[in-house]
């Protein structure tokens, strides 16, 4: 956002590290008025599984549930040949999240925390089927060591600004 809009946002990076991450999350969501969760396009068909348990943490916590907090998820580095395309992205995390939901609350046998299901009980997981948090995605490529290879950064900067 331009200095000059008079309006300021504050971000907080969660780190990676499994430890550290949960902590930092747990301080600083009751401040969040949004979240952009970054998803490496290149690795995401080996790394679905845990990008999809974050995910879905995130997604399912109460106070996110509450406040109606909206998730962009970024898909990063489309400038890569092995780079999986948005919808693509989009699909894969679909499918990891159906698959968490049921280990999470199986609405056949009425085993475990219904709070924790997402989406509708008769239909696999689509992001269209949550209430209150808007889910959208964008592509993007953010090149430290290319001045040009910024691509899709707008999308991000237009998120922030509904935040702000």
């Known amino acids: 956002m331009p200095r000059d809009s008079g309006r300021e946002v504050q971000l907080i990076d969660i780190p990676g590290f499994e430890r550290i991450r949960w902590d930092v999350w747990e301080t600083n969501k009751g401040l969040s008025k ?26 399912t916590d109460p106070e996110i549930q509450r406040r109606h907090i909206p998730i962009l998820v970024v898909c990063n580095k ?15 995390l679909e499918k990891e999240l159906n698959s968490i939901r049921i280990t999470k609350y199986n609405p056949t046998t009425k085993k475990g925390n219904k709070s924790e299901f997402l989406g509708k009980v008769d239909q696999d997981f689509t992001f269209l089927q949550l209430r209150g ?13 290319d001045p040009d290879g910024h691509e899709g950064v707008e999308a991000v900067v237009d998120f922030l600004r509904t935040l702000a």
């Open 133 to 145: 948090n808007k889910v959208s995605f964008a592509k993007c490529t953010a090149r430290s060591d």
């Open 78 to 92: 489309q400038d890569e040949v092995t780079a999986k395309d948005v919808e693509v992205v989009s699909d894969i």
């Open 34 to 59: 949004g979240v952009i969760f970054v998803v490496d396009s290149v690795t995401i068909g080996r790394d679905s599984q845990e990008c999809a348990d974050i995910l879905y943490r995130i997604l």
